[in-house]
């Protein structure tokens, strides 16, 4: 607790023989274990160089992998007068730093840059009470709510937020009605889930949106093979006679579509009066239309409809460790006229959208500064609303709603449509609206996760994968015996989630690796899991009936492999900022397997020295004290990066 205050913290250093806390202001020293170290080395730069000494602060850097140590004085970047030969200061100053100093050990040149370890005398005396102060919150602003609890020591919140936090709408996921549920819904289920977590980890209000694709033509469609096909006569599971039912009415189009692109490719015309002629287009062109037009009949099926999905995704998203606050869709500003009558007024009152030849209403950018663009539909020939309009309006009925800073759409391969919602939504006269858009994409991949075809078939069949998996696993990888039932089945959401950001932008022609799911070695959703299920293992014997003081003695950690995992531990809150700013996961998965790659040289380890017995009583106690803080140490770090990821740790006390 003493370190979350910085009279706390500088109590701490004076006890290792500090001084005072230099003060500068971009160090957050609060949040950022390495911005002590950094403000003290910039102020011993600041005195040896005689510059400014934000100066100072600014000419030094992480280094960029730990083979380079943990600090970096970036010559060139202290500007200084007179244009020094850098390759001179360099060495001037590795002669001159002084030594020994409580937080550095000596330093080395390195051309133009001067490099720095961190003292491994000091780290772990100040590290490891820093991160167990914070618990779930190291290296966050706050811990990102959760399915089930932490399971870290420190059971107090992290530091509060800034008042009045700004607000992010994060839409993800968004599977059509009726429709397969595909690789890019799947994976922008994941994605979202960690852009949704790294916001409000670092002290955002986040409302995760599902905007259902429950509007449109496919809608008529669905609703006509409903009434077709007697969908209130199936019985049985209600959501799969939906999907079964659209899937029946695809068979029957599908042909049809492919014969018209055919012909318009051979260039006999583009289709489209066989289309019109094509019964089962008008009558479900005329289906959506009596939707559109508010026939009680038509809304109510489709009111029915939309409850049997959203209530069977919803299950299946808890399965996944995932919530949403708002499960809306295209019909929400369809069934409000006057979203989408606002509109379109504006539009055609700025001479934004105009009627093209064949009567549907447009919106040409070329004539808006942005021909690459090409046009956009509005309303179709047909009179009705088109998912770009729907999604124009859709902004400003949210803008009204949330009053929102950010609004992030997480939606693979769609980045010519976003640009154009984008830019109409600029010339309806809101270009502070659009600064607050963005798009994140990724790639699709193949359309289908294996042979399933809906959700809940997806997680169970990474199910019946996770559980062979781990029954054919070697003894000494992980105990079995501590792992429950619904312990597996977290298991196998884990290993799916890490198995699609791992896939996140390679469109894998073969599909699904299965054996890259299954994988418990390797960097791999297994592999995570049993080395977080073995620490807690092993924290559990060495834990003490009753609770003690923290460790004075940390001497037994000043060696690899120690040393090098608690240089990583340091690490993780510059890497959980880097992955918020960039909404990148790759950097925050690829961190947590050098944790667990670090973290198995020290197991390895105390095996070999359990093995041998020949410590003296005394020592054993003093190093069992300082490792078995370091190890709690790594948990929190584990927990906390995993659940950025959305991956729920499951094997703990």
């Avoid at 009605?177 to 994976?187: K, N, S, Y």
């Avoid at 896939?503 to 894998?508: I, P």
């Amino acid at each position: 607790m003493a370190t979350r205050s910085l009279a706390g913290l500088t109590a701490l250093l004076q006890g290792l023989e500090l001084e005072a806390i230099p003060d500068f202001p971009s160090a957050d020293m609060l949040r950022q274990p390495i911005d002590i170290f950094h403000a003290y080395l910039a102020d011993v730069l600041r005195q040896l160089v005689g510059c400014d000494p934000q100066q100072a602060y600014d000419a030094i850097q992480p280094a960029n992998t730990t083979g380079n140590g943990d600090l970096d004085i970036v010559l060139p970047k202290l500007k200084l007068s007179g244009g020094p030969d850098l390759q001179d200061l360099a060495a001037d100053l590795v002669k001159k730093f002084p030594s020994p100093h409580p937080l550095f050990a000596v330093p080395f040149k390195d051309g133009i840059h001067v490099r720095f370890f961190l003292s491994p005398k000091t780290l772990p005396n100040l590290l490891l009470p820093y991160i167990l102060d914070r618990g779930p919150g190291y290296g966050l602003l706050r811990a990102p709510a959760t399915v089930g609890g932490a399971t870290g020591d420190n059971p107090s919140t992290p530091p509060p937020s800034p008042p009045d936090p700004k607000k992010v709408l994060v839409e993800f996921s968004s599977p059509n009605l009726g429709q397969d549920f595909r690789t890019d819904h799947l994976r922008s289920t994941i994605l979202g889930a960690f852009v949704a977590n790294a916001h409000e980890a670092m002290g955002w209000q986040v409302v995760r949106v599902n905007y259902l694709g429950d509007w449109g033509k496919h809608i008529g469609l669905l609703g006509l093979g409903w009434m077709r096909y007697g969908g209130e006569e199936g019985g049985g599971d209600a959501f799969r006679r939906v999907q079964e039912i659209y899937g029946r009415m695809e068979d029957e189009v599908r042909p049809r579509l492919a014969a018209k692109r055919r012909k318009a490719a051979a260039g006999e015309g583009e289709g489209g009066e066989e289309e019109e002629e094509d019964a089962i287009f008008a009558e479900r062109d005329k289906a959506f239309k009596r939707l559109e037009d508010g026939d009680a009949q038509a809304v109510e099926l489709w009111e029915k409809l939309r409850h049997v999905s959203v209530d069977y995704y919803a299950g299946e998203y808890r399965r996944m460790g995932v919530t949403f606050d708002d499960y809306s869709g295209e019909s929400l500003v369809c069934r409000n006229p006057e979203a989408v009558a606002k509109v379109e007024k504006l539009l055609r009152e700025k001479d934004i959208s105009q009627l093209a030849d064949d009567g549907s209403l447009v919106i040409d950018f070329g004539k808006h500064d942005a021909a690459r663009w090409g046009h956009a539909t509005l309303r179709g020939k047909d009179g009705l609303t088109t998912y770009f309009l729907r999604d124009v309006a859709t902004v400003m009925d949210r803008l009204e709603d949330y009053s929102f800073d950010k609004l992030i759409y997480v939606v693979g391969e769609q980045d010519l449509h976003f640009r154009q919602v984008f830019k109409a939504v600029e010339l309806l006269g809101r270009p502070d609206v659009t600064k607050r858009l963005q798009h994140l994409t990724f790639t699709r991949g193949p359309p289908q996760w294996g042979d399933e075809h809906i959700l809940g078939d997806i997680l169970n069949r990474c199910e019946e994968y996770v559980q062979t998996a781990v029954a054919a696993a070697d003894a000494d990888q992980v105990p079995r015996q501590l792992l429950s039932p619904a312990d597996l089945r977290t298991m196998a959401v884990n290993s799916l989630v890490v198995h699609e950001l791992n896939t996140r932008n390679k469109a894998h022609t073969i599909g699904l690796d299965v054996e890259m799911l299954m994988a418990t070695e390797g960097e791999t959703g297994l592999s995570l899991q049993f080395a977080y299920v073995k620490l807690c293992h092993l924290i559990e014997k060495l834990e003490p009936r009753s609770a003690g003081e923290w460790p004075t003695d940390f001497s037994s950690l000043w060696e690899a492999p120690w040393m090098e995992l608690l240089r990583l531990l340091v690490r993780f809150p510059a890497v959980a900022t880097t992955a918020y700013k960039s909404l990148e996961p790759g950097p925050v998965l690829s961190y947590l397997f050098q944790v667990v790659e670090e973290l198995g040289y020290c197991l390895e380890d105390v095996e070999e020295e359990d093995a041998e017995g020949s410590r003296a009583a005394e020592e054993q106690g003093s190093t069992r004290a300082a490792r078995l803080m370091l190890f709690k140490g790594t948990r929190q770090v584990l927990e906390n990066g995993m659940r950025l990821l959305n991956i729920t740790p499951v094997g703990g006390s």
